[in-house]
């Protein structure tokens, strides 16, 4: 029974040492920098256990759930040799993931309301939430065709170098050209796309697949899936500022 | 505080959801390869859930207030001594430090960080320190966020830094070990998530309220970029010093061969 109870005792003190430093600056500004007492002392205690509780979980069950799942179907896609039914899995993995993600749609909202104050959408609620909507699809597309871009990479074995290069050099210029109340939400949407439950899947498709692909290197062609799906919604977002202006 | 659990534990399963309908629709229609301990596999997806529901409620009750009340706080006139003057960048020291310490402290706690961290270690035969990535990862954000809230604060346009941020990584790219960039490249993605995103957004936003001629609606986005940016630097960096002082090392145990 102890025995057994090791692993768990080793995730729970590593969560613990995980979530010290945002207990320590929280603490701390609170207390020394700007003086003030703790609020409902008991919320903030059972909410600091659940915190605990909940990173243990999530990190027992990536290596048991999420990790073994996503590499047995990397497998899987390799052995059946259909590279269109990977890339319709790769898209609709983007695709479906990032439409329903929480930290888009608080994203797409705040977009609405400052194309609004910029006179790009007109100051109803109605018009500002078909923007945002649009938006929203914008960025899913983007992180799905990210991931297709990505696997095809793995599969053909293509530097990433030279991919990354051109989408920025695409984002520099397409800076030059878009309205500028556009220019901050699409530099950030990059960041907010890869949710936290996608990302644990697509490193283990991408490494999985770079592990059975014959002449891939898990490590040089296995990374990298993520580091599309921030860079396209940039693009996407500049493209579809600046045609909804023309429109 | 049920009700934050039962509204938190609906919205994680939407999120998940179309996942598994997805990965449901391709695992027993498309590939119709039977799964490898499927019963051990179902656990973890719940496990992930539930862990992920306790994870949000905690911190939405117990971090994420106080992390937002301290970002309109620490940005407030009366804060910063400067109540009817206005503020000089020099102004805003607490801004910076707390920008800092926050980036850091929630990219440590990312759970998406430390999925590709415990990834690269596996892959890479330990030769990529799980803990080591995810400190190098937060540092980039720490001095993102900080050199972010400073660039709202100075009203430099936003494309320009970014810009010129990529170009330094391109230009960092060459002479990083082949076997890193990958990796580097991903962890600017992956940093920015749920622990990250809602702290700093708020930091952002009150920065840009304060801040006269600033508008909270233009000018409070950018923090996410840029601590999507300087982490993709830290971890080259890192790389690169390493890389060039066991090529040293060896060269100097060389030399003293030959003697």
Do not use: H
């Amino acid at each position: 029974m102890l025995r057994a109870l090791k692993p768990v005792q080793r995730l729970l003190g590593s969560t613990l040492r995980d979530l010290a430093p945002l207990f320590l600056v929280i603490g701390f500004f609170q207390a020394v920098v700007l003086q003030q007492p703790f609020p409902n002392l008991l919320d903030v205690g059972i909410g600091l256990i659940f915190v605990v509780i909940g990173l243990t979980l999530f990190v027992g069950g990536l290596k048991i759930g999420l990790f073994p799942l996503g590499e047995a179907m990397a497998e899987s896609f390799a052995r059946k040799g259909s590279l269109s039914a990977l890339l319709a899995f790769a898209f609709l993995l983007g695709f479906t993931t990032t439409i329903a993600e929480p930290a888009l749609i608080a994203v797409v909202d705040q977009a609405g309301a400052a194309a609004a104050a910029a006179n790009v959408v007109a100051d109803q609620p109605d018009a500002i939430a078909r923007y945002a909507l649009w938006l929203r699809i914008t960025v899913a597309l983007s992180v799905g065709i990210a991931l297709v871009i990505g696997v095809i990479r793995i599969v053909r074995g293509w530097p990433i170098q030279i991919l990354i290069i051109a989408g920025y050099t695409g984002i520099a210029a397409m800076t030059a050209i878009a309205p500028p109340e556009i220019v901050g939400i699409a530099y950030d949407s990059g960041g907010v796309t890869t949710s936290t439950v996608t990302v644990p899947l697509v490193a283990a498709l991408g490494v999985g697949l770079a592990s059975v692909i014959r002449g891939r290197n898990p490590v040089v062609d296995g990374f990298g899936l993520i580091a599309f799906a921030s860079l396209t919604p940039m693009m996407f977002v500049l493209a579809f500022g600046t045609i909804w202006k023309q429109l | 505080m049920l009700e934050l659990l039962g509204a938190t534990a609906l919205s994680t399963f939407f999120d998940v959801g179309p996942i598994v309908v997805v990965l449901g629709f391709f695992q027993f229609i498309v590939l119709r390869r039977p799964l490898a301990r499927p019963g051990r596999i179902l656990l973890g997806i719940v496990l992930v859930i539930l862990g992920m529901t306790l994870f949000l409620v905690g911190l939405e009750s117990a971090l994420f207030p106080l992390g937002r009340t301290m970002a309109l706080q620490l940005t407030e006139p009366a804060f910063l001594g400067t109540a009817g003057a206005s503020a000089d960048w020099r102004d805003y020291g607490w801004v910076y430090v707390f920008a800092a310490a926050i980036g850091f402290a929630t990219t440590i706690a990312e759970p998406a960080l430390i999925a590709v961290a415990l990834k690269a270690a596996q892959i890479s035969g330990g030769a990529v320190p799980p803990f080591g990535l995810r400190l190098t990862v937060a540092f980039g954000v720490a001095i993102g966020v900080a050199l972010g809230c400073l660039r709202i604060v100075t009203g430099t346009p936003l494309a320009w830094c970014i810009i010129a941020g990529y170009v330094v990584v391109l230009l960092q790219t060459m002479i990083t070990p082949r076997m890193i960039v990958p990796l580097a490249y991903d962890s600017g993605g992956v940093t920015t998530s749920t622990v990250t995103v809602p702290v700093v957004t708020a930091l952002g936003l009150g920065l840009a309220t304060v801040i006269p001629s600033r508008s909270p609606l233009t000018d409070g986005f950018g923090l996410i970029a840029f601590a999507s940016l300087f982490p993709i630097l830290t971890v080259q960096a890192y790389a690169w010093l390493a890389s060039t002082w066991s090529r040293l090392a060896k060269a100097r145990r060389e030399k003293a061969t030959v003697r």
